[in-house]
Structure formats: structure tokens, C-alpha cells
């Protein structure tokens, strides 16, 4: 018994050893024991209490977070309590629209807090809202929406929701300890088609789902104009430093839920990915800037574009592709396919077996623009239907980011699950880190830690919300 338990210590100490070499990536996503702690809430389809007026807070009101504040400003229920900004001008123009959007009554008091970076922290402590808001550069949405949750609010974090797995674990656990809400705001999965095509595939118009495909391709490369202050200044260095598909969850959030991954039905479970080389970037700074500019003393290894392949358990496969580089038109692509039909996007067009009824007559050829006003009418998606118009009126990429503001409040007021939960946010933005992995590893398969611990089996799908 004294040599099996000399030899057992011995293995032990050189597996550990091994362990501590292993890149943070891989040691936090493969080998993390947070998954076996214990968990005081699960949060899948948690419903907060409710709130009759929600009072709102935001960190960051530059490009994306002025209109977070504004829009959630016009909604009925709510109260801007604070803005924090490290700019002072930006907060106090963002506070201005606020009072405007209240008519000058719900958000007449709301404290401003600017100038140093741990000014959000004095504001959580002092305001103590029910609800923060955060758009700012993506190392900082972890630490802010796990502080934002100690303090007693409900988090809603841009994309992605963190840049690694350690961090989504503590996103998960600090979210299941204080019963608190932390949503990603992904907007595109409250797009028009995004929302058609969920309500065609949960009334199995297109059969038992095989396949998905999403993509971001936006160029970019102009945000490098923005040196000192703006998204470029900071958004500008992941380029140069990370290798994978940096931006996955626009395309991957509709396709998600078209699946119900995470929900009930499916789950993540591995990821390939591999990157072109990097060249589009160090050819704009080498056209655009100075020798000497400190754009041109960085070297862009980050592919220009990257492919991944994600595997589910039920073997499904999903398509996740990258590319804020390369000159082309945008498109997020948006495809799904089943055993009797495809639909995709950009441009938007459906194809099923047997023809598209007034449209085609087979499978072989797609019915799109007008050809696709019956589907509209057939199958619109309640939520668009009950608040398309008023979305498109508020704006935000076409109304989507308007009705997602919608939702957020209409669900906290009325003690209802969010559209999206924590889990779903981390295994979206999970792509990232595991992405750079596998391209490190020259596409070697990654496996997605269950941040559900067993529980997605048991969540609910996306109710068809009326």
C-alpha cells in the first residue's frame, strides 16, 4: 500500500506539473474545476422579480453606449439614474438626450460620474441601480458586469460578454450567487429575418434542422483612424495580438437559438478554426500612416479571415466565420438548413422541397424579394409584428437594437426569463478564446466547457414571445 501510494504522489506531482504549462486558454476551458462547484441558482430560465420602474445605470456612452442610454431613456418604466463615461463631454451630451426622451420628467436627476477609470465603481457603490448598462472596450465587460451583479444590479454587457473562459465561469457563478441577470445584448437576434426565420423553424417549416452558418464580415479598417480616443484606439491592438475569429456571436446568436443550443434540445460541444494570413491591416497602415506611427511598428498577425467549424452533441455542424478586414460588402450570412428547406441571408431568400407555393417550383432555385411577401405574411414573428414599426421608428441597425432595449425592461417589469440568459452569452462569446486555441494548435478541436453544468438539458427553448 506505501509503493501504490508512492507511485500514485509520484504521477500525481508530474501531471500537475504538466498542467501549470498549459496555456491559460487551454487549462481554463479543458481542465477548469469551477464546473464541479456548487450552484446556489440556475439561471436558464430564471425570472427576477419584478420591477415597477426599472432604474438604469450605463458604463460607456461612446459609439454604442449613447444609444443604449437614449433608447432605453424612451421606454416607459424606466428611470437613467447615472452615466459614467471617462469623458466628460460625452456623458453630459448623453444625459442631455436622456432628459429629452423622458420629456424632462423620469430623468431629470441622474448623476454623472467622469474622468477617472474606477469612477464606474463609485457609481455602482453610490447610485446602487437596478440595472447597468456597459459598452466599453471588451477587457473591461467581465470585470464591470461581475462587480455590477455584487452590487446588486442586473448586468447587460455588449459583445462579447468576455474575453476568456476564466472570465465567462466568473460571469456564471457571480450570476447563480446574487440571483442577478447577466445578458449579453446581442442585437441581431431581434433582426426582422433573424426573427421570421426562428418562428419558421420552432413550426418545423423547414424539417429537422442540420446545419447553420453565420458570419460577420464588416470592413473595418477605418476605425485605425481612431488613435487616441473611439473604438479604434483600443479595438486596433486585438488585431495585432490575437489569432482567431475575434467578433463570433452576430452571426452565431440567431443560428443558436434557431437550434436551440443550450435549450433543451442541443448543446455546444467542439470547435476547429483556422485564420488566412494576416495582411490587410499592416497594408492599411503601411497606405494610411507614417512609417514612424506606432501603427506601423505593430505586427498584424491576426488572420484577415477566419473559419470555424462547430460540432454539437446531437452532430450537428455550424459555420462561424470572421472577417473586419477584407474589402467586401457586409453580411452576417444567416443560413439554416433542415432536411426540407434552407433558409439564409443577405441577400434574404428560402428554398424548399417540392417549390416555394406562388414562387418556385422546386428546390433548385430560391424565391426571394417579392416572391417572399406571403412567407412575411404567414409567418412574421409575433414580437416583430406587435413592435416592428416602433422599433424602426427609435432605430438602432434598423429598430433591432430598439426592440432588444424593449425587452430587456418589458421582461425585468413584468418578472419574466430574458430572451437571452447567461449561458447562452458565454457559449456565443466562447468562440473567441477557443478559436485562438485551436488556430494555435493548427486547427486542433477545442471542447466548449458546459458553463450549464448539465443543466441546458432542462431549459426551456425561446418561447415564440407573443
Known amino acids: 500500500m506505501n509503493s501504490n501510494r508512492r507511485d500514485f504522489l509520484k504521477k500525481s506531482s508530474i501531471a500537475g ?42 458604463i460607456g456612452v461612446g459609439a454604442r453606449g449613447s444609444g443604449h442610454a437614449t433608447r432605453t431613456a424612451s421606454i416607459e418604466g424606466t ?32 448623476a454623472l460620474y467622469t474622468g477617472g477609470k474606477n469612477e464606474w ?21 467581465a470585470p464591470m458586469a461581475i462587480e455590477a451583479m455584487k452590487q446588486g444590479a442586473h448586468a447587460f454587457v455588449e459583445v462579447p460578454i468576455a474575453l476568456t473562459i476564466k472570465e465567462m465561469w466568473e460571469i456564471v457563478e457571480t450570476s447563480e450567487k446574487t440571483g442577478k441577470h447577466c445578458m449579453m445584448m446581442e442585437n441581431v437576434n431581434y433582426g426582422r429575418d433573424e426573427l421570421l426565420y426562428l418562428n419558421m423553424c420552432r413550426q418545423g417549416v423547414i424539417g429537422e434542422l442540420l446545419h447553420g452558418e453565420a458570419s460577420y464580415i464588416h470592413e473595418l479598417r477605418g476605425q485605425m483612424n481612431s488613435v487616441e ?18 467578433y463570433p456571436t452576430h452571426g452565431l446568436g440567431p443560428v443558436a437559438q434557431y437550434m436551440n443550443l443550450a435549450r433543451g434540445e442541443d448543446n455546444f ?7 488566412s494570413p494576416g495582411k490587410g491591416r499592416n497594408l492599411y497602415a503601411k497606405k494610411n500612416f507614417d512609417a514612424s506611427h506606432k501603427w506601423n511598428q505593430m505586427d498584424f498577425k491576426g488572420g484577415d479571415i477566419n473559419t470555424s467549424i462547430i460540432k454539437t452533441t446531437m452532430g ?116 473567441g478564446p477557443l478559436s ?8 486542433s478541436s477545442q471542447e466548449f466547457p458546459d458553463f450549464t453544468k ?13
Request: proline share 4%.
Open 17 to 58: 506539473a504538466g498542467l501549470a504549462l498549459l496555456p491559460n486558454f487551454l487549462s481554463a476551458s479543458t481542465f477548469n474545476t469551477s464546473s464541479m462547484a456548487f450552484r446556489p441558482k440556475y439561471m436558464g430560465d430564471y425570472a427576477a422579480p419584478k420591477l415597477d420602474t426599472v432604474r438604469c445605470a450605463f
Open 79 to 110: 428611470e437613467v439614474v447615472a452615466i459614467c463615461d471617462l469623458y466628460k463631454d460625452l456623458a453630459t451630451k448623453v444625459a442631455s438626450r436622456c432628459v429629452e426622451k423622458g420629456a424632462g420628467v423620469r430623468h431629470k436627476d441622474i
Open 121 to 141: 465603481k463609485k457609481m455602482l457603490k453610490e447610485v446602487k441601480p437596478d440595472a447597468v448598462f456597459i459598452a466599453t472596450p471588451w477587457k473591461d465587460h
Open 229 to 246: 480616443r473611439g473604438t479604434g484606439s483600443w479595438r486596433t491592438y486585438h488585431y495585432a495580438k490575437r489569432d482567431g475569429n475575434l
Open 269 to 275: 460541444e467542439r470547435i476547429v478554426s483556422m485564420s
Open 316 to 431: 450537428r455542424t455550424v459555420m462561424v466565420q470572421w472577417d473586419e478586414t477584407s474589402p467586401r460588402p457586409y453580411s452576417r450570412h444567416n443560413l439554416i438548413q433542415g432536411t426540407k428547406g434552407i433558409l439564409t441571408g443577405f441577400p434574404t431568400r428560402i428554398a424548399f422541397e417540392g417549390g416555394v407555393e406562388g414562387a418556385t417550383k422546386n428546390h433548385h432555385s430560391w424565391a426571394q424579394g417579392e416572391q417572399l411577401d406571403a412567407i412575411y405574411e404567414k409567418y412574421e414573428h409575433p414580437l416583430y409584428k406587435r413592435l416592428g414599426e416602433i422599433s424602426k421608428k427609435n432605430g438602432g441597425h434598423g429598430g433591432m437594437d430598439y426592440m432588444m432595449s424593449y425587452r430587456i425592461i418589458e421582461c425585468l417589469r413584468n418578472g419574466q426569463p430574458l430572451d437571452q440568459n447567461v449561458y447562452e452569452g458565454c457559449f456565443w462569446s466562447a468562440v
Open 436 to 443: 485562438e486555441a485551436s488556430v494555435a494548435e493548427h486547427g
Open 454 to 466: 448539465g443543466s441546458w438539458k432542462t431549459t426551456k427553448p425561446l418561447g415564440i414571445v407573443q
